[in-house]
């Protein structure tokens, strides 16, 4: 199993990004999927999560402004970020918990290889 992240990019303050990530390989179903990022210097933050049946969750610094969605016919998720700020720039990962065909009674969490996103002021 893994998961291939793509859409990152340089962009203005204000501006929008779309980041989306597929997951592919011996896939039983998908739980829970999510964003999380990693500013130059600090710790890996949680952004936002969906779950299987499309609950939403969100960290209170980008609710309003980026939106989750996902496919679970494609196991895709997708990050839609807009009205963008210079604080947002930084490695985005997703992730998901995901039962593969060998271990079908428990989720693993696989990552994501972080895509950069970079907010010019």
């Known amino acids: 199993v893994q998961l291939q992240a793509c859409g990152g990019g340089l962009v203005q303050a204000g501006g929008s990004v779309r980041l989306s990530c597929a997951a592919s390989?011996?896939?039983?179903?998908?739980?829970?999927m999510g964003w999380y990022r990693q500013a130059p210097g600090k710790q890996r933050e949680w952004v936002a999560a969906?779950?299987?049946?499309?609950?939403?969750n969100y960290a209170d610094s980008v609710k309003g402004r980026f939106t989750i969605s996902r496919d679970n016919a494609k196991n895709t998720v997708v990050l839609q970020m807009n009205s963008l700020k210079p604080e947002d720039t930084g490695l985005y990962y997703c992730?998901?918990?995901?039962?593969?065909?060998?271990?079908?009674?428990?989720?693993?969490?696989?990552w994501g290889q972080g895509t950069l996103v970079t907010v010019s002021s």
């Open positions: 992730h998901a918990a995901i039962r593969d065909y060998s271990a079908r009674s428990y989720y693993t969490n696989y």
């Open positions: 390989g011996s896939i039983f179903s998908i739980g829970t």
């Open positions: 969906i779950t299987s049946g499309g609950s939403t």
